[in-house]
């Protein structure tokens, strides 16, 4: 079992644990009144509806507009725009086109679109074009920092900070490595060129492009990478070669080569050449190894970010606890178990003895509130679509629905949320209704949080296999968020993301056919077998 289904599962059962915490709070506590301390009149929005035949005229023409925006045919996209109205389909064809413009130089144009756009929405590609259209660098001195493959606009904005040499030029040439690291040498090469140094002639930059051979995608899978780079050292900097050890650490460490990982990992001197991604990994390797004192180091020169995450917070505890020193592991316990209700939390609560606490602290949503929350026109629109990808069985419009509830409720305040999760849960809405219960930080709904749907067919299966249901529902809510349809990118099915064969595996010994995969009810019935 890799680390990631290890990961997956961890996740499904502090689920399942909290599912079970609520019903054993439903049923002990239905006489207490939550805490209405925090309840405050909800303004409901009220935008303007569009009949079911409007939104889905919409949705047939969405597609070739995205598509005409792509390739710069403005009259399409002025036509779709002036009657889809204020929506997740609109803004996404509005930030292709200006996407387009911005790379063709239209500056007046796109100028002009771009203050219609909701500045929630728009994408970091069109952020840097906006830059490059008012010759402002601003995003370049952070965009420089990350080591892989940026979007066309993005590149273009720090190949231009670099030519002005407005840039870090440690982290510029940084960059240029990570892109050799990713064997995106066109773009390494042009920005190698805008430093001065290209890799053809230029002292710095051949020396960069010479690193090709060890740190590219193939180079660093050969046995003898580490010896090649070992040859290379005294002709490189510090910093190159240091990013380099970096390089070859993460690769062995993403494949469970742990002891050669913390061998290459401990060459890097300076460890600024690091990627976040690759301190991830270095930490991870130390600690399948239990280096507890290597551990703690490694967390202590996280940038900051990564040392704020509770991942780290609680791994950076578990590593003093395990060395005796109980106080300093306390205080990082409390760190990460003040962090929220994530995953890391839960645990770090667990460290200093706190049972989850499941209780609502606030009251479901009114009726009439909720009545006027399903009328509002953008919860409407996300509905109709959702609603036609259900009878069509068509996944790429139910994605659709989905952008759609996202974009209608991207601005909601708390009690906003629960309202809308209410809704969507009242239409069998269910991955929208965990998405909007699950943003709230204050005001809490377990019942919406953790949902149980298609109860009776799961209480039964998981009895008949003796799996307990609550961590049955764990599953499902981590793996398809209670959708269906889903599919996951290695092809696995339906709520609980089975495999097509072990579906014709379980199949063939209970006595199904293995199209049931596809059922809700063969589904899960497969699943539960599965957990047993």
């Known amino acids: 079992m890799n680390a990631q289904r290890i990961f997956s599962l961890s996740l499904s059962l502090i689920a399942a644990a909290i599912l079970s915490a609520c019903a054993s709070e439903n049923n002990t506590s239905s006489s207490k009144e939550p805490n209405t301390s925090l309840t405050e009149p909800a303004s409901i929005p009220a935008r303007r509806a569009e009949g079911e035949s409007k939104v889905l005229s919409d949705y047939s023409q969405y597609q070739g507009a995205l598509d005409a ?68 660098y601003n995003m370049a001195a952070e965009l420089v920092r990350v080591t892989n493959k940026l979007p066309a606009g993005c590149t273009r904005l720090v190949e231009s900070a670099a030519s002005a040499g407005r840039l870090n030029s440690n982290d510029a040439w940084r960059r240029v490595r990570g892109l050799l690291s990713n064997s995106q040498t066109s773009d390494a090469r042009s920005l190698a060129a805008a430093l001065g140094s290209p890799f053809e002639g230029g002292a710095q930059g051949s020396r960069e492009y010479s690193l090709f051979n060890v740190i590219g995608k193939d180079a660093r899978k050969s046995s003898s990478a580490a010896s090649t780079l070992s040859s290379m050292e ?42 976040d991604e690759q301190f991830e990994w270095y930490a991870r390797a130390a600690l399948r190894l239990q280096r507890w004192n290597e551990l703690s180091g490694i967390i202590q020169q996280m940038p900051d970010k990564l040392q704020k995450d509770p991942t780290w917070q609680y791994w950076l505890g578990r590593s003093y606890a395990a ?10 316990y409390e760190k990460a178990a003040a962090s929220g209700r994530n995953f890391y939390a839960v645990l770090a609560g667990e460290e200093l003895g706190r049972r989850v606490n499941t209780k609502n602290n606030i009251s479901d949503a009114d009726k009439k509130d909720v009545r006027r929350m399903a009328d509002d026109g953008a919860i409407k629109r996300a509905l109709v679509l ?51 219960a699950d943003r709230t930080e204050r005001k809490l709904n377990y019942n919406l949080r953790y949902l149980s749907p298609f109860k009776e067919t799961t209480v039964r299966y998981a009895s008949q296999a003796g799996v307990d249901p609550a961590w049955v529902y764990g599953l499902i809510r981590q793996e398809s968020r209670f959708v269906m349809g889903a599919q996951s990118s290695v092809g696995a099915q339906g709520l609980m993301q089975v495999m097509p064969a072990t579906a014709r595996e379980i199949a063939g010994k209970i006595g199904m056919s293995s199209s049931e995969l596809y059922t809700m009810d063969g589904n899960i019935r497969m699943g539960t077998w599965y957990m047993a």
């Open 69 to 136: 925006a792509k390739r710069g045919d403005d009259m399409w996209v002025q036509q779709f725009l002036a009657q889809a109205g204020d929506s997740a389909m609109a803004e996404n064809v509005r930030n292709e086109w200006l996407k387009s413009l911005g790379a063709r130089g239209q500056w007046d144009v796109f100028r002009q679109e771009n203050k219609k756009l909701n500045a929630a929405g728009r994408v970091q590609e069109v952020q840097c074009y906006a830059e490059l259209s008012s010759g402002s």
């Open 234 to 275: 005294p002709g490189l900097s510090r910093e190159q070669s240091s990013f380099a050890w970096g390089v070859l650490g993460h690769h062995h460490a993403q494949n469970q080569n742990m002891q050669t990982a913390l061998s290459y990992y401990g060459r890097v001197s300076d460890r600024k050449q690091l990627t």
């Open 323 to 332: 060395q005796g020193n109980q106080s300093r592991a306390k205080d990082m």
């Open 386 to 436: 959702f609603k036609n990808s259900q009878s069509s069985n068509d996944a790429k419009m139910r994605r659709q629905a989905q952008a759609e509830w996202r974009f209608a409720t991207r601005d909601f305040n708390e009690d906003n949320l629960l309202t809308a999760a209410q809704v969507a849960f009242e239409n069998q809405f269910y991955d929208m209704a965990i998405n909007s």
